[in-house]
């Protein structure tokens, strides 16, 4: 695996190579008793190097100011290698145009060119009105612009490459949580809803048995009715994608949750009339999960068909049974709300054990969801073999 981290440390080292390198060229470019470099360019080349060093986190800022210094180094009459310092300012505009917008790209490549043109139009080279000077200036200012547009392209390409990457995995991990669901669901909980049905169907024939065959009976009754009860919560887990720590959802992150999606409706123009039991601490985690899965994707078609001159309803309350869900809202004559939506929540009820009716009265479109406290698998239906 590749260590991001060593690499953007080598990186963030390579950055000091300049400033190190400096005062090896303009030493080089240095003979006692004929040629100097002056002490102006030395400050400059050294302020450039440093620029350069620590600039990385504001590359169109370092750009724009490693051109400006660029400028007095061009007209300083410089001879040898010393000539190559201000053209860090070259680089400078590789890294703004690969890393910085559009903006950015355009202002640190304008500047530079401006850079450029003063310092060798007021610079101590001869001549200017040339055509090497008109080549020169395509080399040292087009071809820097070239290089970073094609980085630029390169790290767009690679971001979206990962990003698909990523996408196609995601989906083919929810397709094999999918896989795992349907097999846990038509093998595993068909058998175990076959022992529980086995087991109340003797309990019901030895009536008068011995007690302890009894307790055992009910025993086996009661362990294989906790396991379909687990059962049926890892299938709740393995269909819903965003079911990371779902087990662990508290009461008040529910409410507070449901609380949440409401306001969203509100937000959204609707004036919205919510009854929301405080007390959900009786229910268990799939209930919880399957109602607040239920109260989100309702509030969604709210916003989406809904008439928005008409109030809209939200009941969440607690009954004998468990917990009962209603959203009540007006729709337009023409709209009609179809789609996977509707199949999804019908999906969520059945597998917490409860059940859902959606349909539309006149302009009112209805929802209504009962869930059981505990979510106990249906027995009849696990033993037909599941869907």
Known sequence: MIDLRSRTIRWKAARFLPLLLIPALLAASTFPGEYRVPIVYWVLAVVAGVVFAIGDRWPPAMSVTLSVLAVP????PAWGPSELVPYLGALAVVEAVTR????????????????????????????????????????????PVLLGLYLRGQRELTASLRARAADAEIRARAEERAALAR?????????????????KVARRVLREVDPRVGEVLDDVGDTASGALTDIRRLLAALRDPGLDAVPLLDAHVVRAEIDAAVTRVRQGGFEVRAEIDADLDGLDAVTRLTLLRLVQESATNVMKHADRTAPVSIVVARNDCGVWLRVRNQVGA?????????????????????RL????????????AQLPATSEPATSEMSGGGR
């Open 73 to 76: 180094m061009f007209v300083i």
């Open 100 to 143: 910085g917008g559009r903006r950015a790209a355009v202002l640190a490549s304008g500047v530079w060119a401006c850079a450029w043109v003063a310092g060798h139009w007021g610079g101590h080279a001869p001549g200017f009105w040339r055509g090497a000077t008109f080549v020169e200036a395509a080399a040292y200012v087009g071809l």
């Open 183 to 199: 097999e846990l669901h038509d093998l595993v909980a068909h058998h175990m809803a076959s022992i529980v049905l086995r087991v």
């Open 334 to 354: 023409a709209r009609a709300i179809h789609g996977h939506g509707l199949v999804g929540m019908r999906e969520r009820a059945e597998l917490a054990g409860g």
């Open 357 to 368: 009716s959606a349909a539309a009265r006149h302009r009112e479109w209805l929802v209504e």
